[in-house]
């Protein structure tokens, strides 16, 4: 069974502009949930999305959404892009939001410049 | 909301010794707490969790106690072997029949596991 697949693998954006990256969930999986990672703060949690609705967000600015297709693929956007996004977005998936293994992928590691 | 504080930064253990990292947490309706291992460059992966319910749990060389009182939890890892060098994690939430909210972690732990 295939694991969690992020694209891309990295990206690098000036300030300003905006980003779109994509998850896929292991098969069978229709919950996913976003992190940010960062040396300074760690991880994250961003928002979690099941059956195509978001579920839980944490507290980001709100540059930064998602959205979650009927196939249980994930897109999060960060619009207006700052320095300090610079991070590594990782991306999990589960059964459902109750189920207690996550399943992460490799993350997009996005600089800004 | 819910606050995961996590000690040590950086713990060096000599081959063959335990190592041991402490998570607390603030919110006493937390009831579930993974632990995560990720290694340079890789993906975050589960190796141990514990609900509220249970005091202890243990798989091979790895163990995780539950405080709920103190609302304390820690990772042991004996016998340490030069492949468990990696940044661990420790997390809290709640995982109820009502729905779940997203992890909250630690900082991370750097074990440094010295020959």
């Known amino acids: 069974k295939a694991g969690v697949t992020q694209t891309p693998r990295y990206l690098i954006k000036t300030r300003g502009q905006q980003v779109t990256l994509s998850c896929s969930p292991i098969?069978?999986?229709?919950?996913v949930s976003w992190y940010q990672q960062t040396p300074g703060q760690g991880l994250q949690f961003l928002f979690e999305?099941?059956?195509?609705?978001?579920?839980n967000k944490g507290n980001f600015p709100g540059r930064f959404s998602g959205r979650q297709f009927s196939n249980s693929r994930s897109e999060m956007n960060v619009s207006t892009l700052e320095l300090g996004d610079s991070a590594l977005y990782l991306c999990a998936s589960s059964l459902s939001p109750r189920a207690e293994q996550l399943f992460f992928g490799s993350g997009t590691q996005l600089s800004v410049l | 909301g819910e606050n995961v504080e996590q000690h040590p930064s950086t713990l060096s253990v000599q081959e063959g010794d335990s190592a041991v990292i402490k998570c607390t947490y603030s919110d006493s309706a937390s009831n579930y707490f993974p632990w995560y291992k990720q290694e340079l460059g890789k993906r975050p992966q589960l190796i141990i969790d514990i609900r509220s319910n249970v005091g202890e749990k243990k798989d091979q060389r790895i163990a995780v106690t539950l405080n709920k009182t103190a609302k304390h939890f820690s990772l042991h890892i004996t016998e340490t072997q030069p492949e468990d060098s990696a940044v661990y994690f420790c997390?809290?939430?709640?995982?109820?029949?009502?729905?779940?909210?997203?992890?909250?972690f630690g900082k991370g732990t750097h074990l440094i596991i010295q020959p």
């Open positions: 098969s069978g999986h229709r919950s």
């Open positions: 999305y099941f059956s195509e609705t978001q579920r």
């Open positions: 997390a809290a939430s709640i995982r109820s029949g009502g729905g779940a909210d997203g992890l909250t």
